[in-house]
C-alpha cells in the first residue's frame, strides 16, 4: 500500500509511473484548501526497488510517499516452465511473472538457473508426483 501525497501538476505524472510498475490506484483525491493530492495504491512488492527513486526525480521532489505492507497474493504463473526465458529489462508477462521471478532470484543469489525438484524429494515422492 503507498500513499503518496503530490501536487496536482503531478498526478499524471504519478499515475505512468504506477503504470509501469503494475501499480493500482485505490484512491486519488485533493486536500481541502491545498495545491496538494492524496493517492492511495497499491504496488507490488517485487516492482517497488527504487519506486521513491523514481518518483521524487520524475517530481522533482515534490512528491512524497509513504509504503506501507498491505496484503499477499500468490503470483500467476508456473515458476518450474523452463520454456519460459525472463527478458533482462522488459516486465513479465502474467504467464510468465512466476518464472521470471524465481530466475532474477536466483541470479541475484548467484544460484544456479537450474532447478531440480528430484534434488528436495525421495524418488518415491518424485514418483507419486509425476504420476499426478
Not at 521513491?52 to 500467476?76: C, K, N, Y
Amino acid at each position: 500500500n503507498v500513499n503518496i501525497l503530490a501536487p496536482g501538476e503531478c498526478v499524471e505524472v504519478i499515475y505512468g509511473l504506477l503504470a509501469r510498475r503494475r501499480g493500482h490506484i485505490l484512491a486519488d483525491t485533493p486536500l481541502a484548501g491545498t495545491p496538494l493530492y492524496s493517492l492511495q495504491a497499491l504496488l507490488p512488492l517485487l516492482d517497488s526497488p527504487g519506486f521513491e527513486v523514481d518518483l521524487r526525480s520524475m517530481t522533482a521532489g515534490a512528491a512524497m510517499p509513504h509504503s506501507t505492507f498491505s496484503h499477499w497474493q500468490a503470483i500467476p504463473g508456473d515458476p518450474l516452465d523452463v520454456s519460459i526465458r525472463a527478458a533482462l529489462l522488459e516486465p513479465a508477462t502474467p504467464p510468465a511473472l512466476a518464472r521470471d521471478c524465481l530466475l532474477k532470484m536466483r541470479r541475484r543469489r548467484g544460484i544456479g538457473e537450474d532447478v531440480k525438484l528430484d534434488k528436495y524429494f525421495d524418488p518415491e515422492i518424485m514418483d507419486l508426483l509425476m504420476k499426478q
